[in-house]
């Protein structure tokens, strides 16, 4: 596989790819932490927990993954589905540590740093 700086134009998307990355990060924690105020440490009412989700401040299909068992930890949509991931049929940061050959890894999609639940 080439490096991306190999591609002729990655400098002229880069900045707006990171930027994008930070957002999706940002997303993340911002569901997470929504979700842990009102599924862990009963802070918030149902009522404001919708309120968050009609506003977009949580990502309400994001949440409904992490009742799932097996998909607690589950950094962002897009690294369940299977496809375009070239480890195997899912995202690398969501096979287990102990199954993956480099310990240290960082999601191509969002920067996840691993997301299986048994890590
Ligand atoms: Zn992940
Ligand atoms: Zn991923």
Redesign the pocket.
């Known amino acids: 596989m080439k490096h991306f700086l190999c591609y002729e134009g990655w400098e002229l998307i880069e900045p707006t790819i990171l930027e994008l990355q930070a957002k999706m990060r940002e997303a993340h924690q911002r569901s997470r932490y929504i979700f842990d105020l009102y599924h862990r440490r009963n802070e918030i009412s149902k009522e404001l927990f919708e309120f968050c989700l009609d506003q977009g401040y949580a990502d309400r299909n994001l949440i409904a993954q992490w009742k799932k068992p097996g998909y607690e930890r589950l950094?962002c949509l897009r690294?369940m589905q299977r496809r375009d991931h070239n480890f195997q049929t899912t995202?690398?940061?969501?096979v287990p540590k102990n199954l993956r050959e480099e310990k240290v890894i960082e999601?191509v999609?969002?920067g996840?740093g691993g997301c299986a639940s048994g890590d």
């Open positions: 950094c690294c995202c690398v940061c969501r999601c999609h969002c996840c």
